[in-house]
């Protein structure tokens, strides 16, 4: 009969062999099961690909954005360019409609511009009820 070191001591020793692989499981568990929320943009329904059609310019108000936050308005084909902030689209959205429903907004947006003044421009003219938007790029 084997006999039972009384003195013999209990090691206080956390076994760290198998760490890495409890890391790597865990980190497995919450990448698979994580729910990653889906990024949200502007609601806008794009009409479907059509032939083109030719718009007559002065049908046609050009909102120019400026990467300074400066709003250029220049109605059909004239020279004539008036700068405004974006609040005041609204406005002058109301009042040119007035004079021609058939009108149409065509945004141009600078490259360089911050999002936030396209948007603050989309808002001024669902608030005047523009239903007719062309949104583009500005080109040098």
Do not use: C
Not at 121 to 139: F, N, T
Request: charged letters at 20%; a negative charge.
């Amino acid at each position: 009969m084997a006999l039972l070191n009384p003195k013999s001591k209990v090691s206080s020793d956390i076994p760290d062999a198998s760490m890495a692989d409890i890391a790597f499981l865990l980190l497995i568990f919450f990448l698979t099961t994580t729910v990653f929320n889906e990024e949200k943009g502007l609601p806008i329904v794009l009409p479907e690909a059509a032939e083109e059609v030719a718009v007559s310019q002065r049908n046609v108000l050009h909102i120019i954005i400026q990467p300074n936050g400066i709003v250029e308005i220049k109605r059909g084909e004239s020279v004539q360019v008036q700068q405004v902030r974006p609040a005041d689209v609204e406005a002058i959205w109301r009042q040119d409609v007035a004079a021609n429903p058939n009108l149409i907004a065509a945004v141009k947006t600078h490259p360089d511009a911050p999002y936030r003044f396209m948007v603050d421009v989309l808002d001024a003219l669902q608030s005047a009820g523009a239903e007719r938007i062309s949104l583009q790029i500005l080109e040098g």
